[in-house]
């Protein structure tokens, strides 16, 4: 293995851990460490660098996290196979042999509980929110009287652009990028886009979000449910010589915390070169990463046109924000633009300026750096609690991001009976399946979340 020896710039922005982390990673990528090759122990890479031990640990996790390396406990940190897109993937079906799916998961008939009883003012800052609109209104009031462009404002769609290339590396131009009312009206529009393409069959997670699938099922697609594993999606489990669109979140399943590996993510890409299929990235959440950097977007990766991106405002905003959008392959949103005048924009206008104007000044990045800071509060907050009260009843699952966790609850009540105690409290949980639920904690106050749980823990003992 060559040495480890970063040439570090003290005048860039970039923290030491993410400038260690690109030299290291970039090794990887053109195989000038190996696989299987052991990593310098934290130590010695800091003594060779003239970096502090904690900023090598911190480069080590963010590579752990992302599947450049793996650990072994007393022994260290080794190079992980990130070439696994070089590998033929193993197809468990063919076109003659395979079987349509069509029934669902345990998540498919699971309906989400609107809580009404719990906010925290703190999630967002509406005065700087105001302050933008209070703009929009005064002086570019004449815009508003003309309806909306039905791809989504231009204004909003290179902020979009900017933002995803400096958090997500998704590099896209706004031509490619189509604004909808929330998550589902986009899926409608890529239902649209994928059955003109000549694609009427979509894999999906199982768990997964439920919406998607009752979308793509009502549209008439056939649904093959994909299991997701500690690494993410079962890639081996995918159709093989069917033209397909798996829709993943590979930086953060919201029901299970799965984040892809590196390795895995290039195999996916392999999957869908090799069965001329699209991925759909469901990118939700992935700005709320609590340890390290948040996790490159599988977009990211790939130069085919292969990867239709999707992301939203709903969870980083607030959830009255219906904005949602997906950066589309060049030739599909070419596609798109020529059938564009069919559809009317449905996203209000003026929220879309508003938030064009909110990227503009900054607000939305100091926006998320104030979220990560609060929801990490929160978590922990949770977590102690949790396992200071009932650690022998109650499982804390999903620890690294989102804005939700798993609960595991052993216990001898009911399901639904422990749902119903949790929403006397009127605490934002649902059911998952049997003993397994969903809790949204970011949108209780701080203030307040020791005292709840503690209640919830004493219901759920008795």
Known sequence: MKAILPVLDETRKRP????????????ILRGDIAEGEKLPSLRNLAKSTGLSVTTVEQCYNQLLVEGYVYSKAQSGYYVNNVFMHSEKTVPIDSAASFKQVNSGGFLNDMQGVEINQLHDPDCFDFNKWKKCMNKILTEYSATLFFEGDPQGEQNLRSEIARYLYMSRGVSCSPNQIIIAAGTQQITNHLATILRKIGIEHVALEDPGYAPVRSMFRDRGFAITDVPVAADGLAIEKLPANIRTAAYVSPSNNV????????????????WAAENNSYIIEDDYDSELRYFGK????LKSLESSGRVIYLGSFSSTLFAAV?????????EMAELFSS????????CSKLEQLTLAM????????????????????KLALVTEVL???????????????????????????????LKKEADSL?????????GLFVFNYNQIPVSDIPSLLRKLALLWSR
């Open 16 to 27: 030491y851990y993410l400038q260690l982390y690109d030299h290291i990673s970039e090794a």
């Open 255 to 270: 029901f299970t915390g799965a984040v892809m590996p590196v390795g895995r993510r290039y195999q996916l890409l392999s």
């Open 294 to 297: 948040p996790v490159p977007a």
């Open 322 to 330: 219906k904005i949602s959008y997906m950066v589309l392959p060049q």
């Open 339 to 346: 059938m564009a005048g069919d559809y009317s924009q449905t």
């Open 358 to 377: 909110f990227m503009e000044t900054g607000n939305y990045q100091t926006h998320i750096k104030k979220l990560r800071k609060l929801y990490s509060q």
């Open 387 to 417: 396992s200071s009260e009932s650690a022998d009843s109650i499982k804390v699952r999903n620890t690294s991001s989102g804005v939700n966790i798993i609960l595991e609850v052993d216990s001898p009540k009911e399901t639904i009976q």
């Open 426 to 434: 009127g605490l934002p949980i649902s059911v998952l399946d049997d």
